[in-house]
Structures are given as structure tokens and as C-alpha cells.
């Protein structure tokens, strides 16, 4: 049988829970979900798609962050486009605001799913299981929950418990949901769906919800359960393969595509996150500034990394040549514009781009104090002996002389980091789309090298649109670029609203900041 109150709970490195999550968890031993604030540094990190910083957890944690939204965006209650989460072959349209997660836990991969509010009003868990005990059915197990509640003699009442049609399951599926104490002033709600995907195998579903909103959110989260499909291995196969097949294709950069991409001349981009009436109205809108940033590219040799290096004296390896993309930026901490942190990232690839170096360099200044972190990238080819092309990232303070290697194998259709900051230019033009592909870049804000899926597509104005779901991610990032590929806007949604990247004019830069009372050089 499945032992569904009794395994192990998440690990919870990265979540937070919310005090009624943390009362529930003694009912439902799984009761922890994934909260995602990003500081203005890591949005920098994110926004840049460039080498992370370190600074953003380095940093004191801040203490003057605005607080998270008490209602919901403005898109509480929709559904968005579908969520693929192919090694548990599920695929369905999550409620939003949510956050999403993907963790293997000895072995077993899950995926949590909660609300984004403020006071989250619904979390969500899946995985797949296989029953101890052969020929059992969604409908036994759950009748065997039930007789292990009674016989604990604790009171629970039963608010759901049918059958619940699943596109794609291989039997029927099921819904229990019972309402108990989670201390002397309230009761939550928890249960299960569980929906047979094989012979004694269940993808299961771990629910829960504070009663108090269940009545008001229980329609959408059950709207977004029965979106539910399940995909046989055979088709999530064919998909990645498809996928991983379209990316080679897309991402074949040739040494022309590089140097066609690269534009000397600095391009300005401004960071803030949106204000309440969001894009409705403009002229009432108050934006809330985060920072902003200047990019360039170049030919360069490899020891140009080094922004004290003298090209003139490069030898060796260091005078290997390739291209080099330069970000300078500076943001806001805590919205106090005393409390400042300056960035530099340059990245360096190859022109055969089987080699990369990357160096990024922090200083946050607050009054007289400062401080400073730094991370460097080295992606190395395969050689003899060495048959695999590596990735080696270290991160690095100087306050603790600390040093934190990480390294991973290079996947196939694998993005450099110099790439992503003009990946626009290099992507292919000649076919309007959409193309739906799969690829693989380091990702700064968590220190990994997730799978990314991307949809490139030309709009009716002519502009390009690419759709970036980042492992697990429910929402996606979303760019826009000009008819020749130069970013002009990117948009991240995170726990507090939305934050906006758009390229803007330095002169009109520096008037806005001004007229803030803001810093600018």
C-alpha cells in the first residue's frame, strides 16, 4: 500500500512556512512550501540573465524589503498557460500567483506548488508513488487512510471524498479532503488526489488549505486539478527528444551569428518594479526604482576578463580570442538609496565557443562601510583524459575569504553566459514561429543548471518575443526584443509584484533618477 501520512518531509533549504502551514504540518507531516523574495541584487542577477552575485546572500537580510501584497495581483484566481513537469509525466495549468519547485529527495522527484499571496491560501505537492501492495486502486488506498484516522481516534471531518476524472490516467482517480484541528482556535483542510498512471503506480497529489479561505479558493484550485493530464513515459520521451532536437537546431550559433551580434556602443537599460496600477495607467503609476545597468560587446581576447588586464601584454592562453559582453550596473538595497551596490560582469567566449570565462565583482556601499563578493566561471572542453566539457563556478566574499567551487558535466544545447545577454541577436530570425525548445544556461539566483524551456516567436509588429520557463517555474520569464534582436523589456514576477528591465535612453535615465533624488553617475 502507499504509506501517504508517513514519508519523509521536504527538505526546506530554500522555503519558508507560513505560521498556519507550520501548525498544519503536525496534522500532515508535509505541511512546507516555496516562498521566492528576490533582493534587488539578485533580480540584477536575473534581469542581466548574467552571473550571479553574491552579495544578495551575503548581504544583511533586509530588514526595510516592502512587504509582501495582503491581496493578490491582479491575476489571482487565473490560470496560465500549461505547467510540464515531465519526469512525473504531469502536465496542468497552475492557479496563479503561485510558486513552483522541483526537488529529488533520495531519489524521488516532487514538485511543490503554493499560492504567492501574502498568507498563502492553498499548497500543493506532487510526486509519484508505487503501492507495496499489488492490485490496489486509488479508492483503497484512500479508504485505508481513512480507517487509519479513525483508529487514531483524533476528530476530523470529511469534506470531499469521490471520484475525479484525469485525462490520461489508467484507472479511476480520486479526491479526499478532510477538515481537522490544527490547534485550539483552528482547523485546516488536507488530503489527497491520487490518480493510478500504471500498474500499481500513483501520481499523487498532497493538498492543503487553511479553512478559513477554502470556501473562496476551493473552485479555482479545483479548476486547476481537473486541467490535469498525465503523460506516458513514451510521450514525455518524444517531447524532450523533439525539444532537446529543435534546440541544437536553434541554438547552432556559427562564428559570423557571434560577431554579428556584438554592438560596442553602450546600451542602457533601466530596473524598477512596477507600480500599482501597473501598465493601465502610466501617468499614476509609481514605480519604484531598482537600479540600472549599461551593456556592451566586443571582440576581446580571453584575459580581457581581467578589467586591469593590459591586452597589450596578454600571452599564451589569455590572448586566445573570442567575444566579451561587459555589464556595469549599480542597484538600490532596501530602497535606500545611501545603500547602494556596484556590479561589473564580463563574460568571455570563444568563437568555436567551447570555452568560457566569466568574472563577476560586487561592492555594496553603505555610508563610510563596503564590502565585497565576487563569483568566477570556467567552462573548460572535453580533452584527453577529460573526456566531458566541465563547468566549474566559484563563489567567493572577501570579508570570510570564502570559496564555494560547484561543478557540473556541460548538457547538450548548453547557453554560455555571454550568449544570454545578446541571445536575442543570435537566436534565428528566418522562421516566425513559435519554436518551442529546450536548452541549459547557469542560472545565478540558485546556483544550478536547470533545463530551460523557451518559445521564440515573431509578434505582428515585428518585434520577438521569447517566453523563458526555468526549470519548475509557473510563470515565465518573458522578453521582448527589436526586429533585429536588441532587448528592449524584460518582465519577472516574483512575490511582491513585478519587476521590469527596459532600455531606455541614458540621458532620460539620469533626468528620471534625479527627479527621485536618486544617485546616478
Known amino acids: 500500500m502507499l504509506r501517504l501520512p508517513a514519508r519523509r518531509p521536504l527538505r526546506r533549504s530554500r522555503s519558508l512556512a507560513a505560521p498556519f502551514l507550520l501548525g498544519l504540518r503536525a496534522a500532515f507531516p508535509e505541511a512546507v512550501f516555496l516562498r521566492a523574495a528576490l533582493s534587488g541584487l539578485a533580480m540584477l542577477a536575473a534581469l542581466t540573465t548574467a552571473p550571479a552575485t553574491c552579495l544578495a546572500q551575503e548581504a544583511t537580510p533586509p530588514p526595510a524589503a516592502p512587504a509582501a501584497p495582503t491581496t493578490p495581483p491582479p491575476n489571482a484566481g487565473e490560470t496560465s498557460d500549461l505547467l510540464e513537469i515531465e519526469g512525473l509525466g504531469l502536465r496542468l495549468r497552475p492557479l496563479q500567483p503561485s510558486f513552483g519547485k ?22 500543493l505537492i506532487f510526486q509519484n508513488l508505487t503501492s507495496s501492495t499489488p492490485g490496489t486502486t486509488a479508492r483503497s488506498q484512500l ?12 476528530p476530523f471531518e470529511v469534506r470531499i471524498n469521490e471520484s475525479f476524472t484525469v485525462a490520461g490516467a489508467s484507472d479511476e482517480a480520486r479526491i479526499l479532503l478532510i477538515e481537522r484541528p490544527v490547534n485550539d482556535e483552528a482547523t485546516g483542510i488536507s488530503g489527497w488526489l491520487i490518480i493510478p498512471n500504471g500498474p500499481d503506480r500513483f501520481l499523487t497529489c498532497s493538498i492543503a488549505a487553511p479553512t478559513r479561505t477554502f470556501n473562496a479558493v476551493w473552485p479555482e484550485v479545483e479548476k486547476s486539478l481537473r486541467s490535469i493530464e498525465v503523460r506516458s513515459a513514451l510521450v514525455i520521451a518524444e517531447t524532450k527528444r523533439q525539444r532537446m532536437e529543435t534546440g541544437a537546431k536553434v541554438l547552432d550559433f556559427s562564428r559570423d551569428n557571434l560577431k554579428a551580434a556584438l554592438n560596442a556602443e553602450p546600451t542602457c537599460y533601466r530596473m524598477y518594479r512596477l507600480g500599482a496600477a501597473g501598465d493601465k495607467d502610466p501617468k499614476a503609476r509609481d514605480d519604484r526604482e531598482l537600479g540600472w545597468l549599461v551593456m556592451r560587446s566586443r571582440e576581446a581576447m580571453r584575459g580581457e576578463v581581467d578589467p586591469k588586464a593590459d591586452p597589450k601584454k596578454l600571452k599564451g592562453e589569455d590572448a586566445d580570442p573570442g567575444i566579451l559582453v561587459q555589464i556595469d550596473a549599480k542597484t538600490i538595497v532596501n530602497d535606500d538609496a545611501t545603500n547602494t551596490v556596484d556590479t561589473q560582469i564580463r563574460a568571455w567566449l570563444s568563437w568555436d565557443r567551447t570555452e568560457e ?16 563578493s565576487a563569483q568566477t566561471g570556467v567552462r573548460s572542453p572535453a580533452k584527453r583524459g577529460d573526456p566531458r566539457p566541465m563547468l566549474r563556478v566559484i563563489n ?18 548548453y547557453i554560455s553566459q555571454a550568449e544570454l545577454m545578446i541571445l536575442g541577436r543570435l537566436l534565428p530570425k528566418d522562421n516566425p514561429g513559435p519554436q518551442t525548445f529546450a536548452s541549459y544556461a547557469f542560472e545565478p539566483r540558485t546556483n544550478s543548471l536547470p533545463q530551460r524551456r523557451d518559445t521564440w516567436k515573431r509578434e505582428a509588429d515585428g518585434t520577438w518575443t521569447l517566453e523563458t520557463f526555468l526549470g519548475g517555474a509557473t510563470v515565465p520569464l518573458v522578453q521582448t526584443f527589436s526586429a533585429n534582436g536588441e532587448r528592449l523589456r524584460r518582465v519577472d514576477v516574483d512575490a ?26
Open 102 to 123: 522541483s526537488e529529488t529527495v533520495e531519489g524521488v522527484q516532487r514538485y511543490e506548488l503554493v499560492d504567492a499571496d501574502a498568507s498563502p491560501r492553498w499548497w
Open 143 to 154: 479508504d485505508a487512510y481513512l480507517d487509519t484516522l479513525r483508529k487514531n481516534g483524533k
Open 357 to 372: 570565462v566569466w568574472s563577476v565583482r560586487n561592492t555594496q556601499r553603505q555610508g563610510s562601510g563596503a564590502r565585497s
Open 396 to 413: 567567493s566574499t572577501a570579508e570570510k575569504l570564502s570559496r564555494d567551487p560547484q561543478e557540473w558535466a556541460v548538457p547538450p544545447n
Open 496 to 521: 511582491f509584484g513585478t519587476v521590469v528591465t527596459e532600455k531606455m535612453e541614458l540621458p532620460a535615465l539620469k533626468a528620471l533618477w534625479r527627479s527621485k533624488g536618486l544617485p546616478i553617475e
